[in-house]
Antibody, heavy 119, light 110 residues
Framework: QVQLVQSGAEVKKSGASVKVSCKAS????????MHWVRQAPGQGLEWMGI????????HFAQKFQGRVTLTRDTATSTVYMDLSSLTSEDTAVYYC????????????WGQGTLVTVSS | EKLLTQSPATLSVSQGEGATLSCRAS??????LAWYQQKPGQAPRLLIY???TRATGVPARFSGSGSGTEFTLTIRSVQSEDFAVYYC????????????FGQGTKLEIK
């Protein structure tokens, strides 16, 4: 069965960086795009960016450009989200979520990773 | 930037009653709209895609309708496990937008 398993919770200081992983299993890793969506406490869902695991191409929401890096390791079917220059406003649960290449609705989600940024 | 507006923000219903949730797009999204259910402490779960197609395993009491800019998620005879927050999401355009999701409707017990 399809599974997306994310790394554990993180606590970071303001100005630091965080790297969250998302390990995929149960399907052909390079045939589906992977997105990152975040959710601040008590808030809605915010789309951050997308990576094509096949070629590694990426695209980000303008808000996060220059601060987020998405990479993938096809050998381990894992994608990584690196967010730098953290502030308290980055405190959120970060989700990876899968879509097909043609239709960007999210059929499978990771369990979420809580990133807490403290000053 | 395209926006999705969900209404109402909170909907109070009794178990066994029906519920109707709305999602309005600021521009035409054709039928490229999905609905998700999120319970506290859990990741969102895909319910509906292509405006009206139920995802695998979703009970038949959930149905979606609409096209263009007006969409509806209907829950026939709400069950206890249905109390959650519901989000709509449009995927008509590339690239996706930061605001690809609506702000959510909380379905609560009356």
């Amino acid at each position: 069965q399809v599974q997306l398993v994310q790394s554990g919770a993180e606590v970071k200081k303001s100005g630091a960086s965080v790297k969250v992983s998302c390990k995929a299993s149960g399907y052909d890793f390079t045939s589906y795009y992977m997105h990152w969506v975040r959710q601040a406490p008590g808030q809605g869902l915010e789309w951050m960016g997308i990576i094509n695991p096949s070629g590694g191409s990426v695209h980000f929401a303008q808000k996060f450009q220059g601060r987020v890096t998405l990479t993938r390791d096809t050998a381990t079917s894992t994608v990584y989200m690196d967010l730098s220059s953290l502030t308290s406003e980055d405190t959120a649960v970060y989700y990876c979520a899968r879509t097909t290449s043609g239709n960007y609705y999210f059929d499978y989600w990771g369990q979420g990773t809580l990133v807490t940024v403290s000053s | 930037e395209k926006l999705l507006t969900q209404s109402p923000a909170t909907l109070s219903v009794s178990q066994g009653e029906g519920a109707t949730l709305s999602c309005r797009a600021s521009q035409n999204v054709n039928t490229n709209l999905a609905w998700y259910q999120q319970k506290p402490g859990q990741a969102p779960r895909l319910l509906i895609y292509r405006a009206s197609t139920r995802a695998t395993g979703v009970p038949a009491r959930f149905s979606g309708s609409g096209s263009g800019t007006e969409f509806t998620l209907t829950i026939r005879s709400v069950q206890s496990e249905d109390f959650a927050v519901y989000y709509c999401q449009e995927y008509n355009d590339w690239p996706p937008s930061r605001r690809t999701f609506g702000q959510g409707t909380k379905l609560e017990i009356k």
